[in-house]
Each structure stands twice: as structure tokens, then as C-alpha cells.
Nanobody, 121 residues
Framework: QVQLVESGGGLVQPGGSLRLSCAAS????????MAWYRQAPGKERELVAG???????NYADSVKGRFTISRDNAKNTADLQMNSLKPEDTAVYYC???????????????WGRGTQVTVSS
């Protein structure tokens, strides 16, 4: 029943900005961590930015100072503001969350469909 809806991907020139949004629905109990991952062709999927239920954040070294992750717990959304984009940021970006469907079950991991971000002149 858990669904993630992503938006905001597209084509942008180097130095430009994009804002990705992820909206989660169908959560029966609670959401713990939310994160954005990315995967470029021929490369491993990597964590770009994560945010805990308490608001603690972490970023990949390659995006520190340029990307900002945020969340709205009331709306069950997580955004990724991407500034000063570089060609090497080109990848498919995936929203991920860990959620409990009941109070007594362990959290499971859920993935969005992915959205393409292309940075090119």
C-alpha cells in the first residue's frame, strides 16, 4: 500500500538548479528515514542525501554545499534542492524511505520509480 510519487526531474544547464520532491502515501504507522539516491549508467547506486525522522542529515561528499534535503513530516514529503549542478550529477534519482506499517513490525525499505536528471550545455 505504500507509494512514493516523485517529481521535479528534467534537463538543466551546468550551474542551474532543480528541486526534486517525493510524496509518500499509504503509511499505516510511521516513517523513519527518507533519502535520495542516484545511479548513473555503469555506476553503483549511491546515497546522495538522507534525513532522519529527527531531522539529522547526511550528504555524499560530492554534493555537500550544493544539495539540501528537507522533509515535512505532516505531509510525508521529502525534497532535494539541487544547486550549482554539474554534468557529473546526471543520473536517475530515486526516493527511498523506511517505514513501519504497524507498531510491532520492523521497518521496510520502499523505493520510488526514479526520475531522470540531466545536466548538459
Amino acid at each position: 500500500q505504500v507509494q512514493l510519487v516523485e517529481s521535479g526531474g528534467g534537463l538543466v544547464q551546468p550551474g542551474g538548479s532543480l528541486r526534486l520532491s517525493c510524496a509518500a502515501s499509504g503509511i499505516l504507522f510511521s516513517i523513519s528515514d527518507m533519502a535520495w539516491y542516484r545511479q548513473a549508467p555503469g555506476k553503483e547506486r549511491e546515497l546522495v542525501a538522507g534525513i532522519s525522522s529527527g531531522g539529522s542529515t547526511n550528504y555524499a561528499d560530492s554534493v555537500k554545499g550544493r544539495f539540501t534535503i528537507s522533509r515535512d513530516n505532516a505531509k510525508n514529503t521529502a525534497d532535494l534542492q539541487m544547486n550549482s549542478l554539474k554534468p557529473e550529477d546526471t543520473a536517475v534519482y530515486y526516493c527511498n524511505l523506511r517505514a513501519r506499517i504497524t507498531m510491532t513490525t520492523a521497518p521496510n525499505s520502499y523505493w520510488g520509480r526514479g526520475t531522470q536528471v540531466t545536466v548538459s550545455s
